[in-house]
């Protein structure tokens, strides 16, 4: 809850007037708990869960030709039942695992120093916490989801998620719901050690799932991400690691490819993508 009565007071004790942004701030969020901005998060995810596949969606349905040769599994088919199906899974499970979560966390969100006055982050603060929320939750990421591919991990929890073969964007979160709590704390990590504003922590969660279904999206566009970030996987990563499934102890990391790198469980995905180039190469001779 934020700390000033007025906009006067809130000008006041920041030394000047209130950009335009902070004023649409203070009158959303004056008379709210910082619980309930907190709770906040649960409803963005539901939203952006709902909108950002769409256009995938979209896609899976229209099977278009000139849209099938980015598929990365061609030959695998989704149902608009099917894809009903796990959205409907999912929002379950955000309701019965994550908004639960998100309540019993709220003592750590406070402790943390997560604030929720004025003055607003800037857009330079913003993108740095974010940077550093993705490499801290990736790393987590990787530990925590290599160790889901243990015998007893997988038959038990992670074998949930890989029902799904092909990667689906709307399948992203699709998943046990020990695992959206165990893979969930690698994304709270971040914001723990590095705490920033309220809007910087409703970002993260937004930008990460929105991360999570392209790179689950099981296409290879020319404007992935992976085209122009260093080390990001992208779906042709992330693909890989499903259709290798249960046996998979390859490309475990969320966003970034050097844990991969570094802990050598990259060498098939690598192997495969040498056997790709000598190939390409023999059909062009």
């Given at each position: 809850?934020?700390?000033?009565?007025?906009?006067?007071?809130a000008?006041?004790?920041?030394?000047?007037?209130?950009?335009s942004a902070?004023?649409?701030?203070?009158k959303?969020?004056?008379?709210?708990?910082?619980?309930?901005?907190?709770?906040?998060?649960?409803?963005?995810?539901?939203?952006?869960?709902t909108?950002?596949?769409?256009?995938?969606?979209?896609?899976?349905?229209?099977r278009s030709?000139?849209?099938e040769?980015?598929?990365?599994?061609p030959?695998?088919?989704n149902?608009?039942?099917?894809?009903?199906?796990?959205?409907?899974?999912?929002?379950y499970?955000?309701?019965?695992?994550?908004?639960?979560l998100?309540i019993?966390s709220?003592?750590a969100?406070?402790n943390?120093?997560?604030?929720?006055?004025?003055?607003?982050?800037s857009?330079?603060?913003?993108?740095?916490?974010?940077l550093?929320?993705f490499i801290?939750e990736?790393?987590a990421?990787y530990?925590?989801?290599?160790?889901?591919?243990?015998?007893?991990?997988?038959?038990?929890?992670?074998?949930?998620?890989?029902?799904y073969?092909?990667?689906?964007?709307?399948?992203?979160?699709?998943?046990?719901?020990?695992?959206?709590?165990?893979?969930?704390?690698?994304?709270?990590?971040?914001?723990?050690?590095?705490?920033?504003?309220?809007?910087?922590?409703?970002?993260?969660?937004?930008?990460?799932?929105?991360?999570?279904?392209?790179?689950?999206s099981?296409?290879d566009?020319?404007?992935s991400?992976?085209?122009y970030?260093?080390?990001?996987?992208?779906?042709v990563?992330?693909?890989?690691?499903?259709?290798?499934?249960?046996k998979?102890?390859?490309?475990?990391?969320?966003?970034?490819?050097?844990c991969?790198?570094?802990y050598?469980?990259?060498?098939?995905?690598?192997?495969m993508?040498?056997?790709?180039?000598?190939?390409?190469?023999?059909?062009?001779?």
């Amino acid at each position: 809850m934020l700390q000033y009565q007025t906009l006067e007071e809130a000008a006041a004790s920041l030394g000047r007037n209130l950009t335009s942004a902070e004023t649409l701030w203070f009158k959303y969020s004056a008379r709210k708990s910082d619980f309930i901005l907190y709770g906040h998060n649960t409803f963005f995810l539901i939203l952006f869960y709902t909108i950002a596949p769409l256009p995938y969606v979209i896609m899976e349905l229209m099977r278009s030709k000139k849209i099938e040769k980015y598929k990365l599994q061609p030959n695998v088919k989704n149902s608009s039942a099917d894809m009903l199906d796990c959205y409907k899974k999912v929002i379950y499970s955000f309701l019965t695992a994550v908004l639960p979560l998100q309540i019993l966390s709220y003592p750590a969100f406070k402790n943390a120093g997560i604030r929720t006055s004025l003055p607003l982050p800037s857009g330079s603060e913003i993108f740095w916490q974010l940077l550093a929320y993705f490499i801290i939750e990736d790393f987590a990421h990787y530990w925590l989801h290599r160790m889901l591919h243990t015998k007893w991990g997988y038959e038990k929890i992670h074998r949930v998620h890989h029902e799904y073969a092909a990667p689906l964007g709307l399948a992203a979160p699709y998943a046990h719901w020990a695992e959206l709590i165990i893979l969930g704390f690698a994304s709270f990590v971040g914001p723990l050690i590095i705490p920033g504003h309220i809007i910087t922590y409703w970002t993260w969660f937004v930008v990460r799932q929105m991360e999570a279904i392209e790179v689950h999206s099981g296409y290879d566009f020319p404007w992935s991400p992976s085209k122009y970030i260093p080390f990001y996987g992208g779906p042709v990563f992330h693909d890989y690691h499903h259709f290798v499934g249960e046996k998979s102890q390859s490309n475990f990391s969320s966003v970034f490819t050097y844990c991969d790198y570094i802990y050598g469980t990259d060498k098939g995905y690598r192997y495969m993508k040498q056997f790709e180039k000598a190939r390409e190469k023999l059909k062009q001779k």
